[in-house]
T-cell receptor
Framework: EPEVTQTPSHQVTQMGQEVILRCVPISNHLYFYWYRQILGQKVEFLVSFYNNEISEKSEIFDDQFSVERPDGSNFTLKIRSTKLEDSAMYFC????????????FGPGTRLTVL | RKEVEQDPGPFNVPEGATVAFNCTYSNSASQSFFWYRQDCRKEPKLLMSVYSSGNEDGRFTAQLNRASQYISLLIRDSKLSDSATYLCVVRPAGSARQLTFGSGTQLTVLP
């Protein structure tokens, strides 16, 4: 069964450093998403991406965040200058185009900012 | 009022029991409804979509009441492997595709 993959599984960084989280969505999916989950809290939407542009973003997704689909398979989330409060699990998800809006989640990257 | 509200539990039930989870959502124009399950420190996994007519998948039954803005999930004959956090998820009105998650209801099925 096709699945979303994410790398790395765990990233440790120093405050102020840039990080790039990588995702490979399911191959025939056209919608891509990033969510985050701070430990013990609910899953929160960050951004959705379709047709090579951001289609929606939340208040969390400020100027420190950016997304890119650099080639036909990868989808990345960059955090330019990490803060302690960016420590969380970051989930990538993808979905088909058309009427269905079911989203399939990757295993997540645990980001720890020291 | 929270956008998606769930009883956090925990629910501790014996194997074979029937357990029901409830969820309310605040936006009456919400478009799509789902139940996901999340195991500890893992990704959310789709359990089932929820349709207005109600739907069943094996031991799992989901109901939607749009008038009351209420979603339910019933698990019959619970198994040890059903132990997880169950997330009520809504796609709000006016949203292209973003999902809004509840905080989840924790279920532990005991032998």
């Amino acid at each position: 069964e096709p699945e979303v993959t994410q790398t790395p599984s765990h990233q440790v960084t120093q405050m102020g450093q840039e990080v790039i989280l990588r995702c490979v969505p399911i191959s025939n999916h056209l919608y891509f998403y990033w969510y985050r989950q701070i430990l013990g809290q609910k899953v929160e939407f960050l951004v959705s991406f379709y047709n090579n542009e951001i289609s929606e973003k939340s208040e969390i997704f400020d100027d420190q965040f950016s997304v890119e689909r650099p080639d036909g398979s990868n989808f990345t989330l960059k955090i330019r200058s990490t803060k302690l409060e960016d420590s969380a699990m970051y989930f990538c998800a993808s979905g088909l185009a058309g009427g269905t809006d079911t989203q399939y989640f990757g295993p997540g990257t645990r980001l720890t900012v020291l | 009022r929270k956008e998606v509200e769930q009883d956090p539990g925990p629910f501790n039930v014996p194997e074979g029991a029937t357990v029901a989870f409830n969820c309310t959502y605040s936006n009456s124009a919400s478009q799509s409804f789902f139940w996901y399950r999340q195991d500890c420190r893992k990704e959310p996994k789709l359990l089932m979509s929820v349709y207005s007519s109600g739907n069943e998948d094996g031991r799992f039954t989901a109901q939607l009441n749009r008038a009351s803005q209420y979603i339910s999930l019933l698990i019959r004959d619970s198994k040890l492997s059903d132990s997880a956090t169950y997330l009520c998820v809504v796609r709000p009105a006016g949203s292209a595709r973003q999902l809004t998650f509840g905080s989840g209801t924790q279920l532990t099925v005991l032998p």
